[in-house]
């Protein structure tokens, strides 16, 4: 027996390498691999990287730098320590990436996560040749690794990967490849596998989520709505959510499926990215801003209480003062009530890194601050508006003070609260009380004195 040995993984980027770095660890487990908590002991360290922005993947050979000491470190105790990069910084990078960083063992993409025991076992026959592999194999990755475990209340379940739809600002259809949708069935294993191993909200993940259409158990086709409506059945699954939506893909079918299914949340991120028709074409988005906040209104008018986030570019190619202003237009209309938003970056590759006007970085520094101004009022005004309502809360981590637990709105604000023990890990009905920086207070709401008093 060659004993325990340890893997670290760090993961940059989005959920879905979150929930890579999870399956990362998992095809590593039964070759006796367990987490280390930190680089410098482990025997395997696993960088799961991000390209969409200059400044993620340029953290990346700043950390192998760092990793460098880790290294001779531990060489020089008699041990050896494996680096290997995966996700999207990988697959743009391919064999380009050894010639930057020679700490580099192996270079992996991220449709074959489950080569990288083969790979491992190679790099450490290997007297130093880096061992690569950016293939999109026809087999799809999610047939070899094993079916995961919650790791608690909250779970992430990838059911699409890659993207076709190409913005001329964006890596992802380089790094995800395209667009591949899991059978049903065996989302809805997974599904169920999530549940009984703990988790009540299951987040559906994909870099186009919502364009899910795959092979129904019977063999036909069924699109996003129908999965849903099918996930929604799982008993003992509370909520559902899903990341990251196309709004040209927001069918009547979804819609409806947002009138009729009360596990979906009232909640949608729907990244909008501009408000001006002429940026919005430029980008390649495939919708106007007038096309975009009716599908706004079509999901409020099926689901009232339904609110939305939103992903925002700023200093986009050629983008104007006036169109900036536009885009704010857009924000006051849909009233997001959160956001994530970035300066334009320029891709290698990407039509929209050769497109003339590329806007200062002073003025795209200058619009970002305004923009985010606007969106932290709406956020503010909204937690403020949420005092005195009582939501359904998620508790999924105990608080700071004894007998506290901290859980999430259907609306992925924090709140903390007085909770029994054994609170965690369901959904209870929480009045709010206070609003603080970071989070809302509550307090449980006695449903069962309440009928009792009736
Ligand atoms: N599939 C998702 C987003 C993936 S990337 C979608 O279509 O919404 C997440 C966000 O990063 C994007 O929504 C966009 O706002 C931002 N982004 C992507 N490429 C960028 C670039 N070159 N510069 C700045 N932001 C970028
Ligand atoms: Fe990138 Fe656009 Fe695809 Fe989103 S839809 S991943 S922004 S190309
Ligand atoms: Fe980054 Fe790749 Fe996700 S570029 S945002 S890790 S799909």
Same mark, same amino acid.
Do not use: K
């Given at each position: 027996m060659s004993g325990q040995k340890k893997l670290f993984v760090k993961t940059y980027g989005c959920q879905m390498n979150v929930y890579d770095s999870a399956r990362i660890r998992d095809v590593m487990a039964p070759l006796g691999y367990v987490a280390a908590s930190t680089p410098a002991d482990a025997d395997l360290v696993v960088l799961n990287t991000c390209h969409i922005r200059e400044k993620a993947a340029e953290k990346v050979f700043s950390d192998l730098g760092r990793l460098r000491a880790h290294r001779r470190a531990k060489e020089e105790a008699g041990g050896r320590m494996l680096v290997a990069v995966a996700g999207c910084v990988a697959q743009a990078e391919g064999e380009a990436l050894r010639a930057?960083?020679?700490?580099?063992?192996?270079?992996?993409?991220?449709?074959?996560?489950?080569?990288?025991?083969?790979m491992v076992a190679r790099a450490l026959r290997s007297h130093g040749e880096a061992v690569f592999d950016t293939e999109f194999p026809v087999e799809p990755k999610f047939d070899h690794l094993p079916p995961p475990a919650s790791e608690g209340p909250s779970a992430f379940l990838a059911i699409q990967e890659g993207?076709?739809?190409?913005? !001329?600002?964006?890596?992802?259809?380089? !790094?995800?490849g395209a667009e591949y949708a899991r059978p049903?069935?065996?989302?809805?294993a997974e599904a169920r596998q999530l549940v009984e191993t703990g988790a009540r909200e299951i987040t559906l993940l994909?870099?186009?989520v919502n364009a899910w259409a795959g092979e129904a158990p019977d063999g036909g086709v069924w699109g996003f709505g129908r999965l849903l409506r099918e996930l929604a059945e799982i008993p003992g699954l509370a909520r559902l959510r899903y990341t990251t939506s196309h709004p040209r893909s927001v069918t009547p079918d979804l819609i409806a499926a947002h009138r009729e299914v009360s596990a979906l949340v009232p909640f949608l991120h729907l990244p909008v990215q501009s408000g001006a028709d002429r940026i919005l074409a430029a980008m390649n988005r495939g919708h106007t801003a007038a096309e975009y906040l009716r599908t706004v209104d079509a999901l409020k008018a099926a689901r009232p209480d339904m609110m939305l986030s939103s992903d925002f570019i700023v200093g986009f190619p050629g983008e104007t003062e006036a169109e900036f202003q536009e885009t704010l237009a857009v924000i006051r209309a849909a009233g997001f009530i959160q956001a994530f938003s970035f300066k334009y970056?320029?891709?290698?590759?990407?039509?929209?890194?050769?497109?003339p006007g590329q806007v200062a970085e002073a003025e795209k520094v200058d619009r970002l601050a305004?923009?985010?101004?606007?969106?932290?009022g709406i956020q503010e005004n909204f937690n403020r508006a949420c005092v005195g309502r009582t939501m359904p809360v998620l508790f999924d981590r105990p608080g700071r003070h004894a007998g506290q637990l901290i859980g999430r709105t259907p609306y992925m604000q924090a709140l903390h609260a007085r909770m029994p023990q054994e609170a965690f890990g369901t959904v209870r009905a929480v009045r709010v009380v206070s609003v603080g920086p970071n989070s809302l207070g509550g307090e449980a709401v006695d449903i069962g004195r309440k009928d009792a008093a009736e």
């Open positions: 930057r960083a020679p700490i580099v063992d192996i270079v992996l993409g991220p449709q074959v996560y489950h080569r990288l025991p083969e993207c076709d739809r190409f913005c !001329t600002y964006c890596v992802v259809p380089y !790094t995800r049903a069935a065996a989302v809805l994909g870099q186009n970056s320029p891709r290698p590759g990407t039509p929209a890194a050769a497109m305004r923009l985010q101004a606007e969106l932290a």
